[in-house]
């Protein structure tokens, strides 16, 4: 498809500034990001942190890379005994059961890998049939809990952490055109037991006081959990997910994106996906109809392995994004650079990008797209490490 299709330019005049912006601490160079890990190997590498803020500058195998390096290499054993099981299992499409299921509850929950932007993709080509089907609220574990949240437009970096991700913050822009309510219910405090506790407590509130919404919840890792883990013989271990569901007496449907995720090698991968295979996002289902999970959630999501296309991951063009490719002649500053993608009415001192990607330099730039919505205007921010920024304003 030739470019002239994809990208209309409309206006040719690039502007120089030399400041700093509010983004320009959120979306760090990785050289900056590898330098952090030096500093803070405990909380910000081996955390999850440096892995997350790769995702957020669109290096998304890299943060795979350094999530994995990270961690004490597990070694799985793909036994005779879990071949033969899951060769009964047969692949279904996701999408359609999960939302057969979420007409029987009133809580959905999903959980993601806070590096992986794809799990929120996933969830972003669901939020349309929820909402068809009563769903009106969507509450996520980043959101802030200021009382200056509010009714936002669209997301910005005050918004919360993980939400400055592109997919992340496209995934609030969406809910928020579809007319959902935003629900923070987050509790900071670092004390595993109490922050579980607060945060049942905090949406068990929101639904005793609106008993007729129906809710997506949007959390990490193991707060998904719909039962306890035991600790020793007298000590157990309990999440949101599961103090949730007895606070309200509602049955939640829990969709769990993490057992099955992707890894940046494939003999790192838990047995069961090392086992099982398809070609599209799928649930396994087993000849008794039973859906095959991890043991704390009702069902496991599978993700395909990541194909590249336009030199990106191919699903971040998924959910009707197109590719957009920049003019190398409108960049007039020296590579490394960051581009940030804008709708043109967003404020960019403080909204989340569309898109935002490291690119080393003009070669990668030349082959490289960014993912955009349709029919839109953008304006284009792109910065380098020595301060100088240079934007245009584009169209497709």
């Known amino acids: 498809m030739k470019r002239l299709l994809l990208l209309v330019i409309f206006l040719a005049n690039s502007i120089f500034l030399f400041a700093q912006t509010k983004s320009d601490s959120v979306y760090l160079f990785e050289n900056k990001i590898l330098e952090k890990c030096k500093i803070d190997s405990n909380f910000y590498f081996k955390g999850g942190f440096a892995s997350s803020d790769l995702a957020l500058i669109g290096l998304y195998q890299e943060g ?133 506790m607060e945060e049942a407590t905090n949406i068990a509130n929101f639904l005793s006081n609106n008993p007729n919404s129906k809710i997506i919840i949007y959390c990490g890792l193991d707060h998904i959990f719909e039962t306890p883990i035991a600790m020793n013989q007298k000590d157990s271990l309990h999440f949101m997910a599961n103090i949730l569901k007895k606070m309200t007496k509602v049955d939640p449907f829990t969709v769990d994106q993490v057992y099955l995720r992707e890894r940046s090698n494939f003999h790192l991968e838990r047995p069961e996906r090392q086992l099982l295979n398809s070609d599209k996002y799928a649930l396994f289902q087993y000849p008794n109809g039973k859906i095959f999970s991890m043991k704390y959630t009702d069902v496991s999501l599978y993700t395909p392995a990541t194909k590249t296309k336009y030199n990106r991951p191919s699903w971040i063009f998924e959910n009707h994004m197109l590719p957009l490719f920049l003019p190398i002649n409108k960049i007039k500053i020296s590579f490394p650079i960051m581009v940030k993608v804008y709708l043109r009415s967003d404020n960019v001192n403080n909204a989340i990008p569309i898109d935002v990607l490291e690119v080393k330099n003009k070669l990668d730039l030349n082959r490289t797209a960014l993912a955009v919505y349709p029919k839109s205007d953008y304006q284009i921010v792109v910065n380098n490490e020595k301060n100088e920024v240079c934007s245009f304003y584009v169209g497709n």
Do not use: C, W
């Not at 879990?82 to 939302?99: E, G, V």
């Not at 969507?138 to 949240?149: D, L, M, R, V, Y």
């Open 64 to 196: 795979l890379k350094l999530y994995d390096s990270a961690r004490r290499k597990e070694s799985f054993e793909v036994t005779d005994s879990l071949k033969t099981a899951l060769s009964q299992l047969k692949a279904i499409d996701p999408i359609l059961y999960i939302l057969e299921q979420a007409k029987k509850t009133s809580i959905i929950i999903f959980n993601e890998a806070h590096y992986n932007p794809r799990n929120r993709v996933f969830v972003v080509s669901l939020l349309h049939s929820l909402k068809n089907i009563g769903y009106s609220v969507f509450a996520a574990e980043t959101f802030s809990n200021k009382k200056s949240f509010g009714n936002i437009q669209h997301p910005s970096l005050e918004t919360g952490y993980y939400s400055a991700q592109p997919q992340f913050g496209n995934m609030i822009r969406l809910a928020v055109k579809l007319g959902y309510k935003l629900l923070p219910y987050e509790d900071t405090t670092l004390y595993k037991r109490h922050r579980e």
